[in-house]
């Protein structure tokens, strides 16, 4: 039977093991995988608990404090005996309990203020969380796309040298024949090569852009790790056929750090409404229950202390006159504190601004390059196959032919890096204007 459970703990071990190693990531998948497991994401969340904190200490203040004393202690020396009326050396021990509360009734609505910030607070991190999730989606495209821009340039340099090896092998048929001479395919050679080099160098950038986002995703170097194509239909290039300043208008009204700014303002303020509190008389009401004991007594100890309560109760009034000037420049700096908030609001939407602007003509110029890259190969691929067509039939020599291949491949590797960074310029528009990347 221990048999049994131990093969089916192992075979559940590798079919889990087998599921993770076989997994394949999507950018979605990264993305999230990064947001949750992120660290300052993590430490920011703490933040909200923090402010929930805040708001029930707001809450708190509403209500009564409440106290309870007990004291007990005991008299060493000359004192009089309750009982015979005389003074005598003894110890004699009372007790004495109290109960007390207060509520406050008027503190220049600081108690209200307090809580209306300490709501306002916890949106404010929210919206700091939010911000920080977007640049770790940013990032994670960023990187995504680098790999999947690896791997297709990889393609491309092994489909490249598939053609040559194919050409090499034609042309020793040409060359047995009688039809071309024997140096012909000595330049053939050397591009194979030089494609098997290429080949290596792109198969290290793979490993390199995947430990990139490995490390974004804090996983583990020897993690087996692959990452699904991205079906570029480019659907968002619709955007930057909008006017700028639409965008800009709808962005400005979007971006969490425009709502953070404005959030700090109004925290800003609420700050100014507490301190002017301080400059009001506050009220507040107060209750008091008290009762002792004494160890010596005839009487006993429940009906000393129903004998010897006492209550007192009332209002009491703070009036601040005169606090070495804390209070009114507590003030003053709470309002300068607003205004640096205000000018930090300006900042943040004239960068915004600048930024909106900047990747707009980014995308534009990056769609132009994309379209010329694209007429590019296709004028390459027709070169190629004249190329081709003309050492076949002797016309040309090797040189000439090996020298329209690389063309090829090359305008396909710049194909394949205008493609991705038209990608990324448009995910960075996407990230601005709907405030997440998908």
């Not at 000359?78 to 007390?100: A, G």
């Not at 297709?152 to 071309?180: F, Y």
């Not at 006492?310 to 607003?338: A, E, I, M, T």
């Not at 909106?356 to 769609?367: E, R, T």
Request: aromatic fraction near 8%.
């Amino acid at each position: 039977m221990k048999k049994i459970s131990l093969l089916l703990i192992i075979g559940i071990t590798l079919i889990s093991k087998a599921q993770q190693t076989s997994k394949v990531w999507s950018l979605e998948d990264c993305m999230e995988y990064a947001v949750i497991n992120n660290l300052q994401v993590k430490q920011q969340e703490l933040s909200l608990q923090d402010a929930s904190i805040a708001i029930k200490n707001a809450y708190g203040s509403y209500t009564p404090n409440i106290n309870a004393r007990a004291r007990n202690t005991w008299n060493s020396g000359l004192s009089r005996n309750p009982i015979t009326n005389t003074n005598e050396r003894t110890t004699v021990r009372n007790s004495n309990y109290s109960l007390s509360a207060s509520v406050p009734v008027f503190s220049g609505f600081q108690n209200y203020y307090r809580l209306q910030q300490a709501k306002l607070q916890k949106i404010a991190n929210q919206y700091n969380i939010n911000t920080t999730k977007d640049n770790i989606r940013l990032r994670i495209a960023n990187s995504y796309l680098q790999v999947v821009l690896q791997q297709e340039n990889l393609e491309v340099l092994k489909t490249q040298h598939l053609l040559t090896v194919e050409q090499i092998n034609r042309t020793q048929k040409l060359i047995d024949a009688g039809n071309l001479p024997k140096g012909d395919i000595l330049e053939l050679e050397a591009t194979s090569a030089t494609d098997l080099q290429n080949i290596a160098n792109a198969e290290n950038s793979v490993l390199i852009s995947k430990t990139g986002l490995k490390q974004l995703l804090n996983l583990e170097f020897d993690t087996v790790f692959e990452v699904k194509k991205i079906n570029a239909t480019f659907s968002e290039l619709a955007v930057i056929e909008k006017p700028i300043k639409s965008l800009l208008s709808e962005v400005l009204s979007t971006r969490n750090e425009v709502k953070l700014a404005e959030q700090n303002i109004v925290l800003a303020d609420q700050q100014i409404k507490i301190n002017k509190g301080n400059l009001y008389p506050s009220i507040s009401a107060f209750a008091n229950f008290t009762t002792s004991e004494l160890g010596r007594s005839n009487e006993s100890f429940f009906t000393q202390l129903d004998n010897n309560y006492g209550f007192n109760y009332g209002f009491s009034l703070d009036v601040p006159l005169f606090n070495g000037l804390r209070n009114r420049n507590s003030v003053k700096q709470s309002k300068v504190s607003k205004l640096r908030s205000e000018y930090q609001l300006l900042q943040t939407e004239q960068r915004i601004t600048q930024d909106v602007y900047q990747a707009y003509l980014d995308a534009k110029a990056s769609n132009k390059a994309f379209e010329a890259s694209k007429k590019a190969v296709l004028a390459s691929k027709q070169a190629y196959e004249y190329a081709k067509n003309r050492f076949e039939v002797g016309i040309s020599n090797s040189l000439d032919f090996t020298q329209a291949q690389i063309r090829l491949q090359n305008r396909k590797l710049q194909l394949n890096q205008a493609k991705y960074d038209l990608l990324f310029k448009l995910k960075l528009l996407e990230l601005y204007i709907n405030g997440k990347v998908n």
